[in-house]
């Protein structure tokens, strides 16, 4: 009666968590994959290492959530021999925080796209970590398996490297030549 008991809060505990923190695992996977049915995939197997290490799972899961994700993730670019894809210019983060009708924006989602495709993928990683996931640098830490310290040099040196990127790559606008102005 007991073990009965215990599976029923177990499925309570894992339901919960489940309701609260799949849509987040979906949008870390969109944005590593660019591919919902790949994201989908990737946030069901999250959540069955959830349930098998459930004993393991901290109170304050969403980071050790990511943390099971990033290492899935590895083990599939390993398993593939390749390196993890660009991230998708649709990232949905990215181009709502732009309007699209101005050049400008769209040179800027550029220029950021590639610039963070030229930083290693530690850089990226504890970039999107704070930026998209919005964790903070010691949710960051127990994700990528490090102490908040080294995270938060981590965050210091990828934000100062992609900075020096996006000066490197801040286009000259020239003044339209007079014929072409009308």
Known sequence: M???RLDQRDEQWFTGM???HYPDIIR???RRLADLDASTELAQEVFEVAWRRR???PDNSLPWLYGVARRLLANRWRARRTHPPVDSLADA???QATDASEPTSIAGIADLH????RLSEIDREILRLVGWEQLTVAEAAI???STRTAAKVRLHRARRRLAALLTMSVPT???LPATARG
């Not at 590639?114 to 495709?117: E, F, N, P, S």
């Open 55 to 57: 004993s393991e799972v």
């Open 114 to 117: 590639a610039a963070m495709a």
């Open 18 to 20: 489940y309701a609260a």
């Open 2 to 4: 007991q073990a009965r």
């Open 143 to 145: 994700v990528l398996g």
């Open 28 to 30: 870390y996977g969109i």
């Open 93 to 95: 983060g990215v181009i």
């Open 173 to 175: 606008t020239a003044p």
